[in-house]
């Protein structure tokens, strides 16, 4: 059976490395993305009979494409559409983490929350509720802490569940302003038509809307030329806003 494909994605110096290791073990070798300098690491588990290659992604702040780290990350779990995208979080700076959650959580439905350094935020008298927090945001809500592998079976049981399709997520849509929510009605219509479901619309009508271009050359570089064909028979300009 294949193997399973786990993104981690996550702010840095979430722990993320630790958990890449505390999950691979030896079973990793590294690189760079393609056609990047930014380096790639990638490694092996298995779990139930199950293989899973783990990918960790570059660790940034949010996942537009201010930084080639950003790029990388971004057009991973656009483009790659990994199994699992797991959102590596600090326990102790939960809200600041949440940023880069929610953007995942408009990327993909295939999403696990990881909320790590357990012990310190214990340590520092922070408690989290991780079943309301689940319950609010849609999404399975996993804590631990990698250093000392806390949690880490609950955490790869919902990752098989989720990539199994046992579980099935369902991120809550942030709603924008009302004349915001209007354009993004206007424009998913016309990228469903381009892209079919392919990719998630709402997300990249939200970036048209922000001018973020940048999406054009990412979908161009990632779609086939067959892909595109309605899209460039209707005319990109019709898709511009
Ligand atoms: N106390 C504690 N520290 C951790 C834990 N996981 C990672 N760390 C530490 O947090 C720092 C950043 O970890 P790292 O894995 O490099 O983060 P990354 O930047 O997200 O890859 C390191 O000093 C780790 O030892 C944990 O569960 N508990
Ligand atoms: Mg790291």
Known sequence: MASYRVALAGNPNTGK????????????????????TVLRAEGQYEFEQQSYTVIDLPGTYSLFS??????VARDYIIFDK?????????????????????QVMEMTSNVV????????????GISID???????????????????KEGIHELLKVIHQVAAG????????????????????????????????????RWIALR??????????????YTSVEDRKDWVL???SSLHY
């Not at 979080?89 to 600041?96: I, N, P, Q, V």
């Not at 929350?113 to 520092?124: G, H, K, S, T, W």
């Not at 991120?171 to 990719?199: D, L, M």
């Open 130 to 148: 991780a079943p309301k927090l689940a319950d609010k945001l849609g999404v399975p809500v996993v804590k631990i802490s990698a250093r000392s």
């Open 66 to 71: 201010n930084s080639t780290d950003e790029e």
């Open 208 to 221: 048209l809307i922000e001018g973020d271009d940048s999406i054009w050359n990412a979908l161009e570089k």
């Open 82 to 102: 990994p199994d699992v995208t797991l959102v590596v979080l600090d326990a102790t700076a939960l809200e600041r983490n949440m940023n880069l959650a929610l």
């Open 17 to 36: 490395s630790t958990l890449f290791n505390a999950l691979t073990g030896l079973r990793q070798h590294t690189g760079n993305w393609a056609g990047k």
């Open 234 to 236: 209707d005319g990109q």
């Open 166 to 201: 046992v579980l099935k997520p369902t991120p809550r849509a942030i709603t924008y302003s009302p004349e915001i929510e209007q354009k993004i009605q206007e424009i998913v219509p016309e990228i469903k038509n381009a892209f079919g479901n392919a990719y998630p619309s």
């Open 113 to 124: 929350l990881c909320i790590n350094l357990m012990d310190e935020a214990r340590r520092l």
